[in-house]
């Protein structure tokens, strides 16, 4: 079956810094891609998708690519800030109604 | 204000007594569905509705139950709670299909859920 696999968390870094929260998934056919944001006591929230190979989603100054020949969606942010700490997580959804999660990477960002 | 709300959001119960977790949305929406999260795996769908009077099996239903007589509302049964099923259980929404690629899902804050 379908499955997303994401990096350990907790990822911890000082404001600015660089962010790279690594997913690799497998999947049959063509699925969609998604990040989604869950900050402290709240719902998850859609951060970015793709729909295809090649495909860049951003929003908020984050970003990932859809790289089909590396199954990968890795999600990065130029410079972080305190406000991004929260849990991400990595979904694709290959057109069931069933959506395939990752289990969840803790961001922590130092002033 | 549009939202999918969950009560309660914090509970801890017994093994065996029966517990509702109740969900409402008020966009609405016609799919619904369950999840629960655990550490190191992730969230898993437990059950969804397409519409009222429809409901399916997600990936780990057993020991569940749904039911959906109102639009807006879509509660999670455990008939006799085990320790097992200590979670933290998102309800979620969207207008449609459900399908993430094309139908935005909205999510509940959560209910953490304690069975001892």
């Known amino acids: 079956g379908d499955s997303v696999t994401q990096m350990e968390g907790p990822v911890t870094l000082s404001e600015e810094a660089f962010l790279t929260i690594n997913c690799t998934y497998t999947?049959?056919?063509?699925?969609?891609l998604f990040w989604y944001v869950q900050y402290p006591g709240e719902g998850l929230q859609l951060l970015l998708k793709?729909?295809?190979?090649?495909d860049k989603g951003s929003n908020k100054g984050f970003e990932a690519t859809y790289r089909k020949e590396t199954t990968s969606f890795h999600l990065e942010k130029g410079s972080v800030q305190v406000s991004d700490s929260a849990v991400y997580f990595c979904?694709?959804?290959?057109?069931?109604?069933?959506?395939?999660f990752g289990r969840g990477t803790s961001l922590i960002v130092h002033p | 204000e549009a939202q999918v709300t969950q009560n309660p959001r914090y509970l801890i119960t017994v093994t065996g007594k029966k517990l509702t977790v109740t969900c409402s949305q008020n966009?609405?929406?016609?799919?619904m569905s369950w999840y629960r999260q655990d550490p190191g795996l992730g969230l898993r769908q437990i059950y969804y509705?397409?519409?009222?009077?429809?409901?399916d099996k997600g990936d780990v239903p057993e020991g569940y139950k749904v039911s959906r007589k109102e639009k807006r509302n879509f509660p999670l049964i455990l008939e006799s709670p085990s320790p097992n099923q200590t979670s933290l259980y998102f309800c979620?929404?969207?207008?449609?299909?459900?399908?993430?690629?094309?139908?935005?899902?909205?999510f509940g804050p959560g209910t953490r859920l304690t069975v001892l």
């Open positions: 979620a929404s969207s207008l449609s299909t459900g399908y993430l690629d094309t139908d935005t899902q909205y």
């Open positions: 979904a694709l959804s290959g057109g069931s109604y069933i959506p395939t």
């Open positions: 999947a049959t056919g063509y699925p969609s």
């Open positions: 509705s397409m519409n009222v009077e429809v409901t």
């Open positions: 966009m609405n929406h016609e799919y």
């Open positions: 793709a729909t295809k190979a090649d």
